[in-house]
């Protein structure tokens, strides 16, 4: 059986007090599935005292981002290390918001896999293909290649803590959401993939979620597919019934 997850991106929202509020309201929910792992990802400066408030919970926590680079002098960035030692157990890494404004390429990306595995936190890592490339029927060969290239050099026995994430970049954000025969057609490929790359095992234990204007309403039939294991959540997740609600969808 495959981990089923559901995680909450909160991208560049809240402030540390209604986080915290956020974070408490999450946590009164005590009626959520046992085999459903909850992750939640607030911004960096809140990491710290989210993970005082989910010791003892079953709630995880994750980081949206890390540095490239091991400790040093790179003013403004985040170590993959600093992260850890907040309790840290996830980092979000090669979202398409990082590579549509911050030009994050897969070669960064690789490289913050192998840091971010070094240091000890699981990876879950974004594909996705943008509206053209859907409209020019290539999204199979982008994501391909996204794969690829992120994943150079990652070891089988690395690449058992990974997780993956495709969010189609058109539905991010914008209420359109990939249909469950889209998302489930995607998925199978990515499998296949990895399939390819790393064997029937680890095709077969690798969680991929999908992302892209999830909510309560759709997370139901997302989740039916065989190759959906769950949601990266983006703008559902600030809201604490939404993300429980989604949570309890499997
Ligand atoms: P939305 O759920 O707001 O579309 O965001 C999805 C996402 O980007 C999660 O990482």
Redesign the pocket.
Known sequence: MRKKIVAG?W?MNTTLPTGLLLVSEILKNTDIPKDVILIIAPPFTHLSEVSKQLKNTSIKLAAQNCSQFDQGAYTGEVAASILKSVGTEYV?LG???RRAYFAETDLVINSKIKIALANGLKPIV?CGEVLEEREKNIHFDVVAKQLKGMFEGITPDQFKDIII?Y?PVW????GKTASPAQAQEIHAFIRINIEKAYGTELAHSTPILY?????PSNAKELFANADVDGG??????LVAKDFIDIAKSF
């Open positions: 991106n991208k979000i979202h398409s918001e974004c994430a969010e539905a991010i954000g914008t992302g892209g204007s999830c909510k990266l959540i983006g703008g559902a997740s």
